[in-house]
């Protein structure tokens, strides 16, 4: 029989892992989130140099913008994220979307919060849009992350939530593997401004987890600057190199 304690900490650990979910150590004081202090000392919050405008990483400084941004100009003013897409950030990702451990937001809301105390441009803002997840996608998967980190961001920035403002209209293939032109195809048509009065001239902050070739932030930003927003920053968790 297990005593009444026993019972309790069974009880902790079903909503507060003890498993690292990176290194997969157990973890004897835990934060609220299941993620180590020693794998949360390896995340990198620094990733310059970048390129100025998409914020990808760039391999030296001699050059200020990345070859896309040289070639072929985004919509968006410009983009930044927190941190880099590798281990450990990358594995609590994957167990905030796919295993849904919920409790990894706290460790989210940290390095975002981080950020934006040091870059306080970022509260000129009008109003913070999540990522819109198609309504079938937000099916499958119940929760829109972007949505999640925006809800917080738009607190702690004390800015309206446009999670309203613009939908997913179309149900788009993952943009993994797919070439440039094949990324431009999938995501035409893909949003639609639901209410232009609260984008008209407006600046705007859209918030995603994560930023890989970013052309899913650019097609949203092109209905953004479509409907007449003033400017657009782009804000996610982690960069892909
Ligand atoms: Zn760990
Ligand atoms: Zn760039």
């Known amino acids: 029989m297990l005593n009444r304690q026993e019972i309790g900490e069974g009880l902790l650990s079903f909503f507060f892992p003890q498993y690292c979910v990176n290194c997969k150590k157990y973890i004897a004081e835990s934060a609220g989130y299941p993620l180590?202090?020693?794998?949360?000392?390896?995340?990198?919050?620094?990733?310059?140099?970048?390129?100025l405008v998409c914020g990808r990483p760039l391999l030296s400084n001699r050059q200020t913008l990345c070859r896309r941004c040289r070639e072929k100009p985004f919509s968006f003013d410009f983009a930044r994220a927190v941190t880099l897409y590798e281990p450990p950030i990358k594995n609590a990702i994957h167990a905030f979307k796919y295993r849904k451990i919920l409790s990894l937001k706290i460790l989210f809301m940290h390095l975002f919060f981080e950020y934006l105390s040091s870059n306080p441009f970022y509260h000129d803002i009008d109003g913070v849009l999540p990522v819109p997840l198609h309504p079938s996608r937000l099916r499958e998967r119940e929760f829109n992350q972007a949505e999640i980190l925006a809800q917080d961001i738009s607190k702690f920035l004390q800015k309206p939530l446009m999670h309203k403002?613009?939908?997913?209209?179309?149900?788009?293939?993952?943009?993994?593997?797919?070439?440039?032109?094949?990324?431009?195809?999938?995501?035409?048509?893909?949003?639609?401004?639901?209410?232009?009065?609260f984008i008209a001239k407006k600046k705007i902050l859209i918030i995603d987890d994560v930023l890989t070739s970013r052309s899913t932030v650019d097609s949203l930003a092109m209905v953004l600057r479509g409907a007449g927003s003033?400017?657009?920053?782009?804000?996610?968790?982690?960069?892909?190199?």
């Open 36 to 51: 180590c202090k020693k794998c949360e000392e390896m995340i990198r919050k620094d990733i310059s140099p970048c390129c």
């Open 165 to 197: 403002a613009v939908t997913r209209k179309k149900k788009t293939l993952p943009q993994v593997g797919l070439s440039m032109k094949e990324r431009r195809l999938n995501l035409q048509g893909a949003f639609q401004v639901e209410d232009e009065k």
């Open 230 to 241: 003033q400017t657009i920053f782009v804000l996610a968790l982690a960069t892909g190199k």
